[in-house]
């Protein structure tokens, strides 16, 4: 018995150790796939890393990097060899494509310290495009824009039209987009092959809308060494429009031959600014001008006034002016005169004072984009900011009260909308000649020159 016992032992040992050779070998191939598994992922990430760092990379290597991390993912679950092959297939892929296509990552760049600020605008357009370029660049009048100029010598061009070339003359290799301040911005990358000589151009396209809606293209080509990252940095955000000048608005609210007289509502700076006066004095006996100064008005104040109302209603005025959009209530208000105004067929200019809310004309301007706004606030900030002291507009008490020359300038404006032309007179009971006199010519083509023509350019 013990005999038997002892044989059966051993048959069970024999068994166990077969039963774990079987075993082991399975084991060790899952782990083998686990270890290989995780290695990839982690070349992967480290690849991935690279290209989001690298701003200038072709845009191929983006798409061979994210088909890596497919393939990695995708083939998870079959046999190691399978992924290893597929991952070393696209990593050589993506290493043929960086050398063939992002080559110019080899190239040493010039480093930009300090810019100048230029502005472009094409001819017929009141839009005008600044743009910060390296300060050691010059530009050049040519028939279709500008050359760029370094050290005497061209290395690019500002113009309205990229330059074409042939296919197999160029290639794109980079691409982006931005839109800053309402412009969208593409920095570009172009390899160029001549002669079997290879090179590299940098084109910042600005594509804006000017004050009348229309499209507008501007584009900048120079080798790509010329910036580096930084500067492109600078070039692609640090970018806005304005206008070159101020309308004068001639016509804009022309009267009605039957209509002879407009209303003018305000508050204190109606009154400190003697702007009914003057406006008076400017068209004699061509219309009778009735201004309303009643203090801390706002619009709501003669929305809500049933006399005014109905004067307004039963079409007494040709034109009506209204200021004091200093609450959201006012710019609600503004509804109520703007149909009073329809229903009488008198026209209405919204004539923000000196002191009034941007914000709330901003909003006012959105919601209603049909009405007229003449606005006698940014004509005055306008002149203040051409050098004209602001104590000339601006009388030196706690609400900082439009004076008689802030006046002039209301009447100013409103005269060559009404009347189509320049007004000619000169003597004035409220603001003298001398103090007219600073305007300059502002006085004889109701047009503020903003900018000037240092550091700006035209594009025929």
């Known amino acids: 018995m013990k005999k038997a016992l002892a044989i059966f032992i051993c048959i069970v040992i024999l068994f166990s150790m077969s039963g774990c050779q079987k075993i082991n070998p399975q084991v060790e191939s899952t782990m083998s796939d686990d270890i290989y598994q995780s290695e990839s992922l982690i070349i992967t990430e480290s690849q991935s890393e690279a290209a989001s760092t690298d701003t ?16 990695t993912t995708e083939n998870t679950d079959v046999p190691h060899t399978n992924v290893s092959s597929n991952t070393e297939e696209s990593s050589s892929e993506n290493a043929t494509s960086s050398k063939d296509e992002a080559s110019y990552d080899d190239i040493v760049c010039n480093k930009i310290y300090s810019f100048q600020q230029a502005a472009f605008s094409i001819k017929g357009s009141n839009e005008m495009l600044f743009v910060k370029l390296p300060q050691e660049w010059s530009l050049q009048k040519q028939a279709n824009g500008y050359n760029i100029l370094k050290n005497s010598q061209a290395i690019g061009s500002v113009t309205t039209s990229v330059k074409t070339t042939s296919n197999n003359e160029s290639t794109n290799v980079f691409n982006s987009t931005i839109t800053s301040n309402n412009i969208a911005v593409t920095h570009s990358i172009e390899r160029v092959t001549t002669n079997n000589s290879i090179s590299f151009n940098r084109t910042f396209c600005y594509s804006y809308n000017d004050e009348r809606g229309n499209n507008k293209k501007l584009f900048i080509t120079v080798p790509y060494q010329e910036v580096d990252s930084s500067a492109v940095f600078k070039m692609i955000t640090d970018v806005k429009t304005d206008i070159a000048s101020t309308n004068s608005n001639l016509g804009l609210l022309k009267i009605e031959d039957n209509r002879n007289k407009i209303l003018i509502l305000g508050n204190s700076f109606i009154g400190s600014s003697r702007i009914g006066r003057t406006l008076q004095t400017m068209c004699g006996d061509k219309i009778y001008v ?19 109302m109905q004067k307004i209603r039963d079409g007494n005025y040709s034109v009506v002016f209204i200021c004091g959009l200093y609450d959201q209530e006012a710019v609600n208000d503004l509804a109520d005169m703007i149909k009073a105004c329809n229903d009488s067929f008198t026209k209405l200019a919204v004539f923000p004072a000196h002191n009034e809310n941007q914000e709330k004309i901003n909003h006012a301007l959105s919601l209603y984009p049909d009405t007229i706004f003449l606005n006698w606030k940014d004509e005055i900030n306008n002149l203040i ?9 601006c009388i030196p008490d706690s609400h900082k009260h439009s004076t008689p020359l802030a006046g002039y300038v209301g009447a100013h404006m409103i005269y060559r909308a009404i009347f189509n032309e320049i007004p000619t007179a000169t003597q004035f009971d409220d603001v003298s000649q001398a103090q007219i006199s600073l305007l300059g010519e502002y006085t004889s083509t109701g047009i503020i020159k903003l900018i000037e023509n240092d550091n700006s350019y035209v594009i025929e």
């Open 56 to 71: 200038d990379k072709n845009s191929t290597d983006n798409e061979d990097i994210s088909s890596i991390e497919s393939n």
């Open 385 to 393: 900011n051409k050098g004209i002291d602001v104590s000339n507009f």
């Open 290 to 308: 009735e201004a309303i100064a009643t203090g801390y008005a706002h619009v709501g104040t003669y929305t809500k006034n049933p006399t005014i």
